[in-house]
Nanobody
Framework: QVQLVESGGGLVQAGGSLRLSCAAS????????MGWFRQAPGKEREFVAA???????????DYTDSVKGRFTISRDNAKNTVNLQMKSLKPEDTAVYYC????????????WGEGTLVTVSS
């Protein structure tokens, strides 16, 4: 069992930065691929970024096209945390951001966090 708690959301102006964190409980955190998803008002939840279970230099990451070059996902298996550094934020990045634990590059989601709201003002 893995429990996920997100933090770091808030209100930021366009062009600004935020760092989201996800704290995981459970002994098997390091066995899971980790990812971030987001859901904007009136839209479906969408994939944002993922990092594989290894977590050290050379680990595999993946991003949706709209955030490539602006967002960076990282994890620390010793601290059971996964982070999403977001830069050059745009109003269209406004959404509730969810942390997730899963498998096979997040095609299988085993656990969800409850989400943290990010609002980017223009």
């Amino acid at each position: 069992q893995v429990q996920l708690v997100e933090s770091g959301g808030g209100l930021v102006q366009a062009g600004g930065s935020l760092r989201l964190s996800c704290a995981a409980s459970g002994r098997t955190f390091s066995n899971y691929d980790m990812g971030w998803f987001r859901q904007a008002p009136g839209k479906e939840r969408e994939f944002v970024a993922a990092i594989d279970w290894r977590g050290w230099s050379g680990s595999s990451t993946d991003y949706t096209d709209s955030v490539k070059g602006r967002f960076t996902i990282s994890r620390d298996n010793a601290k059971n945390t996964v982070n999403l550094q977001m830069k050059s934020l745009k109003p269209e990045d406004t959404a509730v951001y969810y942390c997730a634990a899963g498998q096979k590059k997040m095609t299988i989601i085993d656990y969800w966090g409850e989400g943290t709201l990010v609002t980017v003002s223009s």
